[in-house]
């Protein structure tokens, strides 16, 4: 089985001010931290190298991952809306481009360990059935939540409006993904593709602030990234626009080798 590699580039909001200003402040938050560590945890994903290393995923940031075609993006991002909804977070997963029944049936199937295909095909043995069924009895009873949102006409302000009409707020957001939702500014200008890209990449990381939700996204790297290394993507390597680098908190890039090269280069 291919596994995936990930490398980190992790951007912090900027802040200013004189360092003997905040000296009382840090010792205290250092103490605040030391005291209560699960108070300043992030929300886990489920890919325990990347979650050591982020400490989880903050309100108010945007991490965006960065694959090539057909190397595991969509599941990516469907797998950390998994963990987060089964350690009892509400998650909003905004899909672009598949329908919400493909969206639920691949829920399903990481749920309950059974085929996607046959689960999509009405194929399973009773006893997968049986599994199938305590698979969804056990989801009505979860305390997260998973709410499928298919709109693949979707625009930043349109997403914006509808965390807002909630009653209740998200604690994660997924968006499948990034260059396929469309910018406030589309049709304002003749810009060129990266720099609409480049609108919509700060639009989203501005939602994720102004309402202090996480959002998780991905774009796809471009095709001399995927000649360049045969291990991992740059920054230098994202498809379309070099402004994604520059507007999320946080990139992973993500591509499949096999376990002997894995282990080859001790990666």
């Given at each position: 089985?291919?596994?995936?590699?990930?490398?980190?580039?992790?951007?912090?909001?900027?802040?200013?001010?004189?360092?003997?200003?905040?000296?009382?402040?840090?010792?205290?938050?250092?103490?605040?931290?030391?005291?209560?560590?699960?108070?300043?945890?992030?929300?886990?994903?489920?890919?325990?190298?990347?979650?050591?290393?982020?400490?989880?995923?903050?309100?108010?940031?945007?991490?965006?991952?960065?694959?090539?075609?057909?190397?595991?993006?969509?599941?990516?991002?469907?797998?950390?809306?998994?963990?987060?909804?089964?350690?009892?977070?509400?998650?909003?997963?905004?899909?672009?481009?598949?329908?919400?029944?493909?969206?639920?049936?691949?829920?399903?199937?990481?749920?309950?360990?059974?085929?996607?295909?046959r689960i999509r095909d009405g194929n399973l043995t009773p006893g997968d059935e049986r599994i199938y069924k305590e698979c969804i009895a056990r989801q009505k009873n979860r305390p997260g939540?998973?709410?499928t949102l298919d709109a693949h006409d979707c625009s930043t302000p349109f997403l914006k409006s509808k965390l807002l009409s909630f009653p209740y707020k998200f604690d994660l957001v997924v968006?499948?993904?990034?260059?396929?939702?469309?910018?406030?500014?589309?049709?304002?200008?003749?810009?060129?593709?990266?720099?609409?890209?480049?609108?919509?990449?700060?639009?989203?990381?501005?939602?994720?602030?102004?309402?202090?939700?996480?959002?998780?996204?991905?774009?796809?790297?471009?095709?001399?990234?995927?000649?360049?290394?045969?291990?991992?993507?740059?920054?230098?390597?994202?498809?379309?626009?070099?402004?994604?680098?520059?507007?999320?908190?946080?990139?992973?890039?993500?591509?499949?080798?096999?376990?002997?090269?894995?282990?080859?280069?001790?990666?």
């Amino acid at each position: 089985d291919a596994l995936p590699i990930f490398e980190l580039n992790i951007k912090e909001d900027i802040k200013e001010g004189y360092l003997h200003e905040s000296s009382d402040q840090r010792w205290d938050r250092y103490q605040d931290v030391k005291n209560n560590p699960d108070k300043f945890k992030g929300i886990p994903i489920g890919f325990p190298s990347l979650d050591m290393t982020t400490n989880g995923i903050r309100p108010g940031q945007l991490m965006v991952v960065i694959a090539g075609v057909k190397e595991g993006k969509s599941t990516f991002l469907l797998n950390a809306a998994y963990h987060a909804s089964t350690m009892g977070y509400k998650v909003l997963y905004v899909s672009v481009e598949m329908p919400k029944e493909q969206i639920e049936r691949r829920y399903d199937a990481r749920d309950s360990g059974l085929p996607y295909s046959r689960i999509r095909d009405g194929n399973l043995t009773p006893g997968d059935e049986r599994i199938y069924k305590e698979c969804i009895a056990r989801q009505k009873n979860r305390p997260g939540k998973f709410y499928t949102l298919d709109a693949h006409d979707c625009s930043t302000p349109f997403l914006k409006s509808k965390l807002l009409s909630f009653p209740y707020k998200f604690d994660l957001v997924v968006v499948d993904y990034l260059t396929l939702l469309k910018s406030a500014k589309a049709g304002s200008s003749n810009k060129e593709m990266w720099q609409t890209v480049g609108d919509i990449t700060y639009e989203v990381r501005d939602i994720a602030r102004e309402l202090n939700v996480p959002i998780i996204t991905a774009a796809q790297a471009n095709r001399d990234g995927m000649k360049e290394s045969k291990y991992k993507y740059g920054v230098e390597n994202i498809g379309l626009s070099h402004l994604i680098s520059a507007h999320a908190d946080t990139l992973v890039s993500i591509r499949l080798v096999d376990r002997d090269e894995l282990e080859i280069n001790e990666r």
